[in-house]
């Protein structure tokens, strides 16, 4: 079976400073990762997948995730943060596009 | 082009109740997913339904059913409700070459 682990619940960070959110996966079949950001009483926004490829996925709003397979991870990264990327983020995996597992959210303060 | 449409978004109703929630996926797109978000249990995917057929089921109890039309558009139902369904239902459609599944806005139900 399928899990996601996010490591951190809640990531606080001061605005320009870089960020990195914490994602591993299980899985003993080859899977298609995703990272959504979710904002107060809205639905998931989609940031960016890794299908194949190039292990380093560039996404929207300057983010960024690496997959490393020997790690099981897919971690989230951006150099410099903003006030507005204030909001939760959710690592998810699948084998298909038909049902995302999903982690149990990292909830990122950036703080002026 | 129009996104993933919810209605309502927002619903209150009482323990005992059924509900009817509708998810208007986008144009082109065959494969509509539900997910109920609370914050004890996080995303929960409930059930997927591609062309008209429901092709994944989540382990919730049969309370919660849910079908789809020849458009496209599906309906979740939720019948005798009770306090613990109180949650975001969120529903995702794909289809398209990029693998990603595309989220509305939600419909927040509480049950009172």
């Known amino acids: 079976a399928q899990s996601v682990t996010q490591l951190d619940s809640q990531v606080p960070v001061f605005e320009e400073a870089p960020v990195e959110l914490r994602c591993n996966y299980s899985?003993?079949?080859?899977?298609?990762l995703f990272w959504y950001v979710q904002y107060p009483n809205q639905g998931l926004q989609l940031l960016l997948k890794?299908?194949?490829?190039?292990?380093l996925v560039k996404g929207i709003n300057g983010f960024e995730a690496e997959f490393n397979k020997s790690q099981t991870s897919f971690h989230l990264r951006k150099p410099s943060v903003h006030i507005s990327d204030t909001a939760e983020y959710f690592c998810?995996?699948?084998?298909?596009?038909?049902?995302?597992?999903f982690g149990t959210g990292t909830r990122l303060q950036v703080f002026p | 082009k129009a996104g993933v449409t919810q209605t309502p978004r927002y619903l209150i109703k009482t323990r005992g109740q059924q509900v009817t929630l509708s998810c208007s996926p986008i144009?082109?797109?065959?494969?509509v997913s539900w997910y109920q978000q609370t914050p004890g249990q996080g995303l929960q995917f409930l059930f997927e339904?591609?062309?008209?057929?429901?092709?994944n089921k989540g382990n919730f109890p049969g309370r919660f059913s849910g079908r789809q039309f020849s458009n496209s558009r599906s309906e979740m139902n939720v019948s005798t409700l009770e306090l613990g369904d109180s949650a975001l239902y969120l529903c995702?459609?794909?289809?398209?070459?990029?693998?990603?599944?595309?989220f509305g806005q939600g419909t927040r139900l509480t049950v009172v």
């Open positions: 995702a459609s794909s289809g398209g070459t990029g693998y990603e599944a595309f």
């Open positions: 899985s003993s079949v080859s899977v298609y």
């Open positions: 890794y299908l194949s490829g190039s292990t």
């Open positions: 998810a995996v699948t084998q298909n596009t038909d049902k995302l597992i």
């Open positions: 144009s082109g797109h065959r494969s």
């Open positions: 339904y591609f062309s008209e057929t429901q092709r």
